[in-house]
């Protein structure tokens, strides 16, 4: 049953990646997974092991399995309990397996084009990268509808996003011109407005130390080109009772400026191919794990074009 499990699992449509992709994975996160595995039993035991590595019982779900079922739970979110019957084991084993899985995602850092072994992780790697490659940014919002938060619950109202209405939570997406996305980040409730949000995570600082750094940006960052007109291109805003001949040239230069941000937002469509990007329905408090995993295998992917 286990291997039936495996073997349809680890097709690229259940994965979201190739089964090379995957082998690669599994090989990238099994040092991190046993390191922390040891970790969490030295604390319970409180001292050293006493006997050698590998006794006691086994694992009722090897660590490759670990790694697809979270992939598939990643990937289209369904119910723990339909996975654990798949593989024959109760559960929250698979719970268990999803929890140890996710944050060794979400620290991998987001692959660079052409780069093998280099990852990106921070806001300053995009920026160092950028500068040093000569790539013009893409910087988008994605906002994505999460769970109500119960009555009376301080903090509720963070979440109501203004624009869709809906209890939400945005990221900020950043990707080159070809759409490939270079880091996910700035996660925050819905009601933050987008520029806020990076603002807090220090983006003025960044367009300041790195000054050759060129990035296109939608409406809602008009504040940031405001203050790096020769970096930041936003689109243009009409003025107040315009007239006709004005409207009309600011109607094209926005048309114009949409096509070179167009892929800014395949890069946010790439990541929507992943359910929990659609609608999340998991608890609050791992969407931001969840998102940073699904992102940086989204780059695994694009960085490859």
């Known amino acids: 049953m286990t291997n039936l499990a495996r073997t349809a699992f680890s097709h690229p449509i259940c994965t979201g990646i190739s089964r090379a992709q995957l082998g690669k994975l599994v090989a990238e996160l099994s040092g991190p997974w046993m390191a922390r595995q040891e970790s969490r039993l030295r604390e319970r035991r409180g001292h050293e092991r006493l006997r050698a590595e590998g006794g006691g019982p086994d694992h009722r779900l090897v660590f490759t399995d670990r790694v697809i079922a979270a992939l598939v739970f990643l990937r289209f979110q369904p119910p723990h309990g339909v996975l654990a019957a798949f593989y024959g084991v109760d559960r929250s084993t698979v719970t268990r397996a ?5 944050p060794l995602l979400a620290a991998r850092g987001f692959a660079v084009p052409g780069e093998g072994c280099l990852r990106l992780r921070t806001l300053a790697d995009v920026f160092a990268y950028a500068q040093a490659r000569g790539v013009e940014l893409r910087i988008d919002r994605t906002e994505v509808q999460v769970r109500r938060p ?3 619950k301080p903090g509720r109202r963070d979440f109501v996003s203004g624009k ?6 945005k990221a900020t997406v950043i990707s080159d011109d070809k759409g490939r996305t270079l880091l996910t980040g700035a996660v925050r409730p819905g009601r933050m407005h987008d520029q806020t949000a990076l603002k807090t995570d220090g983006i003025w600082d960044l367009f300041t130390q790195y000054p050759e750094v060129k990035a296109q940006v939608d409406a809602g960052y008009r504040g940031l080109a405001k203050d790096f007109p020769d970096q930041v291109s936003a689109p243009p805003k009409p003025g107040k009772d315009a007239p006709a001949e004005e409207t009309d040239a600011w109607e094209e230069a926005r048309k114009a400026r949409s096509s070179a941000r167009i892929p800014a937002e ?5 990541h929507q191919q992943w359910r929990p990007l659609q609608r999340y329905i998991g608890r609050r408090e791992y969407y931001d794990e969840t998102h940073l995993a699904i992102a940086g295998l989204v780059s695994d992917r694009t960085a490859m074009r």
């Open 98 to 102: 999803v929890h140890e899985i996710r």
């Open 150 to 152: 119960r009555a009376n």
């Open 266 to 270: 395949h890069a946010n469509a790439e």
């Open 164 to 169: 869709r209405k809906q209890n939400t939570k």
